[in-house]
């Protein structure tokens, strides 16, 4: 009898242990998610009230629409952009913290400068850009001074350029964590292996460090994409107006009360970022990154 009622027992415990994430996770999560999932099919009267009438018309307008195309292109290009440049910064400061700083303390005190942008608030953060990247800033003064250009680079701030290179400033950090504590597993000893068995700087990155640190890629991928793609502040603010994304065209939707419209496009972005999810969890182990 007692042994008939211990799987009951284990499954009881198991849910015990989960039960305050089960709280917390309803309300604030899952509820949420069916409420706008709800008011993505209904209409509006157009003064911010919803009828309850089931209607595709919401996704037939966003599906139809140049301009939505438009602006998921954009945040493609700004979310592959921030991608490709913090995933080869972020690489290759895990890969000098492991590899080339001897000392271990010396590497965590390194590692952890790497988190000092954090220190102060996002909005203080692209502030700082401006006397850098501006007209009058530091950076044309620098190249007009050297004589590299003759005139102001207005590219620099207020476009495409100035959004990228904040997010990058903002997201690098997510690349080089995951990626750090991949690498930091990897066992020395195949290093110098492969070292006597006279395999160049090139093989031993491309066999052995890139491979064992997929996980940490993929890891770091997910948080970058998720960010970036569910972003409209930086893009509004570094843009200077000049470009929009995809969440901005919904919060702009939701200062005008079109509420079902809203929904419906957070809806669709909600499924592309899962199916993205979902394709990079296919290709590696992100269980054995995370429980490692």
């Known amino acids: 009898m007692q042994t008939a009622f211990r799987p009951l027992r284990a499954n009881l415990a198991g849910w015990f242990f989960v039960s305050p994430l089960v709280v917390v996770l309803v309300p604030f999560f899952v509820a949420p998610i069916l409420v706008v999932l709800a008011a993505s099919f209904f209409s509006t009267d157009g003064f911010g009230g919803l009828t309850p009438t089931f209607t595709l018309a919401n996704y037939a307008e966003i599906l139809h629409s140049a301009l939505t195309l438009n602006l998921y292109l954009a945040t493609v290009k700004f979310t592959v952009l ?3 440049f913090t995933l080869a910064i972020g690489f290759l ?3 000098f913290l ?9 590497a965590i005190g390194l590692f952890l400068v790497c988190t000092v942008p954090f220190w102060t608030s996002n909005i203080i953060r692209m502030i700082s850009w401006i006397p850098l990247l501006g007209k009058e800033g530091l950076i044309n003064d620098a190249l007009l001074a050297t004589g590299v250009i003759h005139q102001p680079l207005e590219v620099l701030l207020f476009s ?3 959004v990228v290179i904040a997010y990058v400033h903002q997201l690098t950090i997510f ?4 990626i750090f504590n991949s690498m930091a597993r990897i066992d020395k000893k195949l290093i110098e292996a492969a070292v006597d068995a006279a395999a160049s700087r090139f093989d031993i990155m491309r066999l052995i460090v890139l491979p064992m640190s997929k996980n940490g890629i993929a890891l770091g991928t997910i948080f970058v994409v998720s960010i970036v793609m569910g972003d409209f502040f930086v893009v509004k603010v570094m843009s200077g107006g000049g470009s929009a994304s995809v969440v901005g065209a919904f919060y702009e939707d939701v200062g005008v009360l079109q509420y079902p419209t809203a929904a419906a496009s957070a809806v669709l972005l909600t499924l592309i970022l899962i199916a993205i999810v979902s394709l990079i969890l296919r290709t590696v182990d992100i269980r054995r990154e995370i429980t490692q």
């Open 160 to 162: 495409d350029l100035a």
């Open 175 to 178: 690349m080089i964590v995951p």
């Open 93 to 95: 400061v895990a890969y």
């Open 82 to 84: 921030t991608w490709v």
């Open 98 to 106: 492991v590899f080339h700083v001897r000392s271990q303390l010396l």
